[in-house]
């Protein structure tokens, strides 16, 4: 938190704090899910001004309880942080909108710098560790952003430790690439409780060094890869390493 915090970056969960989906890996709690709160796009602008932040990330619980799984309420929060903090860099952690274009539509529409959505795993391991998600449906939000605005940055993040072949990622890698995915981050999956699912094994951290070079290889501009990344890690670093390849 202190890292982030020392370079003006901060990451804000909207919508409640509760999911729709039981993600086995996940803390997250199911539970009662009211409507979104109407001022908490204004709010989440004023407390990133307050803290003075020059990256700000926004992600949320799954709502697919609602009928555009809450994109407007995304599009709505970018729209008053950017009106707040016209210089701010504004990257989005969307969830998949069950595949609904429309929904994507309404949150690049907001012109967000960075479109990011986690694949989380390996194909394979998706019955078991994401059973309310599909992979092929996750790489399709990523391509199909890319094909709305070209412009935005897209980012995708990956667990170790779930019990994933190394071929397994080797072919997750490129198929992100293939989806257009510009930044990764590769971290350690922690167990959250005895209730979810078990570690798998502990990577080390030359391995980490190990698949960024690997992902580095394959197409991505941008990686960060170690046993404490996770998804808005040096966040603002990885846009400005992808931008300057660009330029």
């Given at each position: 938190?202190?890292?982030?915090?020392?370079?003006?970056?901060?990451?804000?969960?909207?919508?409640?704090?509760?999911?729709?989906?039981?993600?086995?890996?996940?803390?997250?709690?199911?539970?009662?899910?009211?409507?979104?709160?109407?001022?908490?796009?204004?709010?989440?602008?004023?407390?990133?001004?307050?803290?003075?932040?020059?990256?700000?990330?926004?992600?949320?619980?799954?709502?697919?309880?609602?009928?555009?799984?809450?994109?407007?309420?995304?599009?709505?929060?970018?729209?008053?942080?950017?009106?707040?903090?016209?210089?701010?860099?504004?990257?989005?952690?969307?969830?998949?909108?069950?595949?609904?274009?429309?929904?994507?539509?309404?949150?690049?529409?907001?012109?967000?710098?960075?479109?990011?959505?986690?694949?989380?795993?390996?194909?394979?391991?998706?019955?078991?560790?994401?059973p309310e998600a599909d992979y092929r449906r996750s790489l399709a939000v990523l391509m199909q952003a890319k094909k709305i605005n070209t412009s935005v940055f897209t980012k995708?993040?990956?667990?170790?430790?779930?019990?994933?072949?190394?071929?397994?990622?080797?072919?997750?890698?490129?198929?992100?690439?293939?989806?257009?995915?510009?930044?990764?981050?590769?971290?350690?999956?922690?167990?959250?409780?005895?209730?979810?699912?078990?570690?798998?094994?502990?990577?080390?951290?030359?391995?980490?060094?190990?698949?960024?070079?690997?992902?580095?290889?394959?197409?991505?501009?941008?990686?960060?890869?170690?046993?404490?990344?996770?998804?808005?890690?040096?966040?603002?670093?990885?846009?400005?390493?992808?931008?300057?390849?660009?330029?």
């Amino acid at each position: 938190m202190w890292e982030c915090f020392s370079r003006h970056t901060s990451t804000f969960l909207i919508m409640g704090p509760n999911c729709t989906r039981n993600c086995r890996f996940c803390a997250v709690e199911q539970g009662p899910l009211g409507p979104p709160d109407p001022e908490e796009p204004a709010r989440v602008a004023e407390a990133a001004r307050e803290m003075k932040l020059k990256y700000v990330v926004i992600t949320s619980v799954t709502r697919d309880d609602l009928a555009d799984g809450g994109a407007s309420h995304f599009a709505e929060t970018v729209r008053q942080v950017k009106n707040k903090i016209p210089d701010a860099l504004v990257e989005i952690l969307i969830p998949d909108f069950l595949g609904d274009e429309k929904a994507l539509n309404i949150v690049m529409e907001s012109s967000p710098d960075v479109l990011n959505h986690n694949i989380e795993t390996v194909s394979r391991l998706y019955p078991s560790v994401r059973p309310e998600a599909d992979y092929r449906r996750s790489l399709a939000v990523l391509m199909q952003a890319k094909k709305i605005n070209t412009s935005v940055f897209t980012k995708s993040g990956l667990m170790l430790g779930l019990g994933e072949l190394s071929g397994e990622v080797e072919e997750t890698l490129k198929d992100l690439v293939k989806a257009g995915c510009n930044m990764l981050t590769i971290g350690q999956y922690l167990q959250p409780s005895k209730k979810h699912i078990e570690v798998d094994r502990f990577v080390s951290p030359e391995e980490f060094d190990g698949w960024r070079k690997t992902a580095l290889e394959t197409g991505f501009s941008e990686v960060a890869s170690g046993p404490f990344v996770r998804s808005s890690y040096h966040a603002k670093e990885l846009y400005q390493g992808v931008l300057s390849n660009v330029s």
